[in-house]
C-alpha cells in the first residue's frame, strides 16, 4: 500500500508539471530564505554567550541626569572595579578595561606591527573565557611591564607561537612608549565575542598615563563584575546605585548593572530604560522568515486546490472503491510531506550557493554545520511546513462526496472561496508592507548620506602618528602641506567622532547637576581641514599668545549654559579658567540617530594621534602616493594605514544599510512567491469558469473582457490588502524612525507608491493567466472537463 501511494505521488507529480515545479520554486525559495535568516539570527542570539560566568557576568552603566532627562553610558570611572571589589561582597571579580578606541603600534627588533590593545585588570582571564596557549590566567597580568598577546599578533611579530613568553617587545600610542615582557600568549578571539582585540596591558599603565586624570568625574573605562552565585541582581543594583555619592558627593550620576551578554543585543536606552538595540533587527527578520514561509504554503495551498477539479475523479473512485477519508488525507499529506522534503534539499543547495555572498552581507562567518541541533531544527521546520502546506488542500479534496465528483460536480462552499482570497490578501499585505518598509529604509539612508553635517568629510583622509611623526610633528605637517594636492593638514587627539567626555566643567550660574561635555584636543588648524563654520569669535591661531589655556565650543554647549555673550567668558575646566574664545556652529559629530550634543575643543598641538589631511578633488592617487613616500622617509618600517574620513561616517550606518539590502532582497522574494500564490487563484478561478467563458465567447465576448471580466476580482483582493496594509505600513516606518533624532518625513507618495507598485504587479500575473484562458477555444471550454 505504501509503494501504490508513493507511485500515485509520483504519477501526480508528472502529470501537474507546472503545478509541481511551481510548488518547488516556492518552497524551496521560502525554506532557503528561512535557513539563512536561522543562521543570522542563530549568531546573534549567541553572541557573548560563551563565557564560562556567563549568568554571573555584568557589566556596570552609568546614568547621567540632567535637565533634559537622563543620558545612559557604558563607560564609568576607572577607580570603580576596584573599590566595589573592596566594598562590595557580592563581588567575586572586578575588571577595568581602558574605553581606548585607537591601534596602538607594537614593535620588535625588526617588525612595527598596528594593532587593537586594551589596558586590563589583573582578573581579565577569571572574568572572561579566553582562553590561553601560554601562561597562568592568574599571573599574566599580575606585573605592571606584563603583555598578552594573540597568536595572530605573535605569527606576524615572530612567525610563531612557541616558547615567546619572556620576550620583550614596544608599544607605542601618541608620545606614551615603553618596552613590556610578553607573559602570555591568547588564542583567537572567537567570532562569537563582541569584543575584538589583539593584546592587552596591565590597567595600572593606564593609571600611569593618565595620572591625575584617572579620577571619580572622569568616565574612561568600562567595568565589568562577576558577582556570587546566587546574588539578586535588582536588590544588588539597588545597592550600588548612589554609590558614587560616597566618593564624589556632587555627582549626578547613578549606577546599574547589566547583564554582559545582554548588551549586544539590547544595548540602546532612552531616559534611562532600555529600549531595545539589535534585537530590533532579529526579530524583524524572524518575522520576515516566518512571513516568507507562510506565503509559500499558501501557494501550495492556493496551487493545490487550483488542480483539484482535475483529481476529482481520482478521488471519487477511491471512494466508491471504499476508501476511508483519513487514508486519503495520508495520501495527500504524504504529498505535501514529499514535496516539503524535496524543497529542502534544494533549499539546502541554494543556501550553500547563497551562502558566501549572504556572509559578506551581513559581516558575519555563517557556516551551514550539520550539526544534531541545526538537523532537529531544520527538519521540524520542514515537516511543519509539509503539514501547514498539505493539511488544507489535504481536507478539502477528501471531503468532496463521491457522487458530485463522479459527475465532476465539485461543491463551492463560501467558506472556501473566502479562505482562498483571505490568503491573497495576507499575502499582499505583507508584500506591501515590505515594499514600503524598503523605500522607507532607502529614504531615511539617503538623507544620512546626503545631508549637511556642518562639516566636510568629502577628500579628507587621516592616519595615526607614529614613531618619528610624531616626534616631529611640526616638520612634518610643513612637509606635507607642500604636496601638490594638500589643501590643508592639521592633527588632532582623536577623529570628531571617537570623542571623550567629562562632567568637569563649571561655569558662571552653573547649577548643582554635573553635564557632560565631549571632549576633542585638536592642534592649530583642525577646525580649518574639518571646514567646521564659525559662528562667532575666532578659532586657535598661532598669531595669539596661549591659545592652550583658551576653549571654543559649538551651539549646542552655549545652550546648555544659557550663555547670551560667551565670547570672553570664562569657564573652569578640571580646575583651569579657560576664555571662551569662539562658538563654532552644530555639526553633527556623531550618527543621526543622536541628538548634537555639547562640545568643546581645546588646543593641544603635542597631542596628535591622528594626522588628517583635506585633498583638492580629483588628485587623491598623486597625491596620496607622495604623502606614502613623505610617512616611508620619516618611519622607515612603518607603513602608511590611511582610511577617509567620509568611509568612517558610513561605518556609522552598517547597520542601517545591511538591513536595507537584505530588506530589499526578501522583499523581492516575499513579492515573488506571492505573485506564485496569485497566480495560483488565477488559474483556480479560470478552470472553475471555463464553461461561463466558454459561453461568453459564443455570444460574442471579446478576449478583452474576459480578462477585464477574470481580472477585477483579483484587483478588488489586491486593493483590500493595499487598504489594510497602509496605516499598519506606516506605523511600522514611524516606529523605525523614531530610532533616529534626525529624520525624513512619511511622504504620502512612499504610500502610494507601493500601493500601485502591488497594484501593477498582482494586474500582471493575474494577466498572463487571464490572456491564456481568453484565448481558449469555446469548444474546449463547453466540453466536459
Given amino acids: 500500500m505504501f509503494q501504490h501511494s508513493l507511485l500515485l505521488i509520483y504519477r501526480n507529480f508528472k502529470r501537474f508539471r507546472s503545478t509541481f515545479l511551481i510548488n518547488l520554486i516556492g518552497l524551496s525559495t521560502g525554506l532557503a530564505c528561512t535557513v539563512l535568516i536561522f543562521l543570522w539570527v542563530n549568531d546573534e542570539l549567541r553572541k557573548d554567550k560563551f563565557h564560562e560566568n556567563d549568568r554571573q557576568l555584568f557589566q556596570v552603566m552609568t546614568n547621567h541626569h540632567n535637565r533634559e532627562g537622563v543620558v545612559t553610558w557604558k563607560v564609568s570611572p576607572g577607580n570603580l572595579g576596584e573599590a566595589l571589589a573592596a566594598e562590595m561582597p557580592e563581588v567575586t571579580y572586578a575588571v577595568s578595561s581602558s574605553d581606548i578606541p585607537d591601534k596602538f603600534t607594537l614593535s620588535n627588533e625588526e617588525k612595527h606591527i598596528r594593532a587593537a590593545g586594551q589596558f586590563v585588570s589583573k582578573d581579565f582571564f577569571n572574568t572572561f573565557s579566553y582562553a590561553l596557549l601560554q601562561g597562568d590566567k592568574n599571573q599574566v597580568l599580575a606585573s605592571k611591564n606584563a603583555i598578552v598577546i594573540s597568536e595572530e599578533l605573535a605569527l606576524k611579530l615572530f612567525n610563531t607561537t612557541e616558547n615567546l613568553v619572556g620576550k620583550t617587545i614596544n608599544w607605542q600610542i601618541l608620545h606614551f612608549h615603553k618596552p613590556v615582557v610578553i607573559a602570555g600568549v591568547f588564542k583567537t578571539i572567537p567570532s562569537g565575542s563582541s569584543e575584538q582585540f589583539d593584546f592587552l596591558l596591565s590597567f595600572e599603565e593606564f593609571r600611569d598615563m593618565l595620572g591625575d586624570g584617572l579620577h571619580w568625574d572622569n568616565h574612561n573605562a568600562r567595568t565589568y563584575l562577576v558577582l556570587r552565585e546566587g546574588t539578586d541582581a535588582q536588590k544588588f543594583n539597588q545597592k550600588i546605585g548612589s554609590f558614587l555619592k560616597s566618593k564624589a558627593p556632587n555627582t549626578n550620576v547613578t549606577l546599574f548593572a547589566t547583564p554582559f551578554s545582554d548588551l549586544y543585543l539590547y544595548g540602546n536606552y532612552e531616559n534611562g530604560v532600555q529600549t531595545g538595540g539589535r534585537i530590533v533587527y532579529v526579530r524583524l527578520f524572524s518575522l520576515i522568515a516566518l512571513f516568507i514561509l507562510l506565503i509559500a504554503c499558501i501557494n501550495f495551498m492556493n496551487l493545490s486546490t487550483a488542480k483539484a477539479s482535475r483529481r476529482i475523479k481520482e478521488v471519487g473512485i477511491k471512494k466508491a472503491m471504499g476508501a476511508s477519508r483519513q487514508s486519503l488525507v495520508l495520501q495527500y499529506l504524504g504529498e505535501s510531506l514529499l514535496m516539503s522534503l524535496a524543497s529542502l534539499i534544494v533549499a539546502l543547495m541554494l543556501v550553500e550557493l547563497s551562502l558566501a555572498p549572504f556572509s559578506a552581507l551581513t559581516g558575519k562567518q555563517l557556516t551551514l554545520h550539520y550539526e544534531p541541533q541545526f538537523v532537529l531544527v531544520i527538519l521540524g521546520i520542514t515537516l511543519l511546513t509539509g503539514f501547514l502546506a498539505g493539511s488544507y488542500p489535504a481536507l478539502y479534496l477528501s471531503g468532496f462526496t463521491p457522487a458530485a465528483v463522479l459527475r465532476g460536480k465539485l461543491d463551492t462552499l463560501a467558506g472556501e472561496l473566502w479562505a482562498r ?119 586657535f591661531s598661532r598669531r595669539f599668545a596661549a591659545d592652550t589655556a583658551k576653549i571654543i565650543f559649538n551651539e549646542a554647549a552655549v545652550k546648555t549654559m544659557a550663555m547670551k555673550n560667551p565670547v570672553g567668558e570664562v569657564v573652569n575646566l578640571w580646575g583651569e579658567n579657560r576664555k571662551i574664545i569662539g562658538v563654532v556652529k552644530d555639526f553633527h559629530f556623531q550618527s543621526l540617530h543622536e541628538g548634537i550634543k555639547p562640545m568643546f575643543f581645546r588646543l593641544q598641538p603635542q597631542t596628535a594621534i591622528k594626522v588628517m589631511l583635506k585633498i583638492e578633488a580629483g588628485r587623491e592617487r598623486e597625491t596620496i602616493a607622495q604623502l606614502q613616500q613623505l610617512y616611508k622617509a620619516y618611519n622607515p618600517g612603518f607603513i602608511l594605514d590611511y582610511r577617509f574620513l567620509n568611509e568612517d561616517y558610513q561605518e556609522l550606518y552598517a547597520a542601517e544599510q545591511r538591513v536595507a539590502v537584505l530588506s530589499r532582497y526578501f522583499a523581492g522574494l516575499a513579492v515573488l512567491i506571492s505573485c506564485l500564490g496569485l497566480f495560483g487563484l488565477a488559474a483556480f478561478t479560470a478552470e472553475r469558469r471555463l464553461k461561463e467563458i466558454g459561453i461568453r465567447k459564443v455570444l460574442g465576448a471579446s478576449e478583452a473582457s474576459i480578462v477585464f471580466l477574470l ?75
Fill in 711 to 785: 481580472s477585477v476580482d483579483f484587483t478588488k483582493l489586491v486593493l483590500a490588502a493595499i487598504l489594510i496594509a497602509l496605516p499598519l505600513s506606516y506605523l511600522i516606518a514611524d516606529y523605525w524612525l523614531h530610532n533616529f533624532a534626525y529624520r525624513i518625513e512619511l511622504a504620502w507618495w512612499y504610500f502610494a507608491g507601493a500601493g500601485l507598485l502591488a497594484l501593477v504587479i498582482s494586474w500582471f500575473t493575474v494577466g498572463m493567466q487571464a490572456v491564456k484562458a481568453s484565448r481558449i477555444s469555446p469548444s474546449q471550454c463547453l466540453k466536459d472537463v
Fill in 421 to 539: 482570497k483571505g490568503l491573497v490578501v495576507f499575502q499582499f499585505t505583507l508584500s506591501v508592507i515590505l515594499i514600503v518598509s524598503v523605500l522607507v529604509v532607502y529614504k531615511q539612508n539617503h538623507y544620512a548620506q546626503t545631508k549637511n553635517l556642518g562639516y566636510s568629510k568629502d577628500n579628507v583622509i587621516y592616519f595615526d602618528a607614529e614613531g618619528q611623526v610624531q616626534d616631529k610633528l611640526e616638520t612634518f605637517l610643513a612637509e606635507v602641506k607642500k604636496i601638490p594636492g594638500v589643501v590643508n593638514a592639521s592633527s588632532g587627539g582623536s577623529i570628531i567622532s571617537d570623542y571623550s567626555s567629562t562632567t568637569g566643567l563649571a561655569w558662571r550660574g552653573k547649577g548643582n547637576e554635573n553635564i557632560a561635555f565631549q571632549n576633542v584636543v585638536v592642534n592649530y588648524g583642525m577646525i580649518e581641514v574639518l571646514g567646521i563654520q564659525l559662528k562667532e569669535g575666532r578659532t
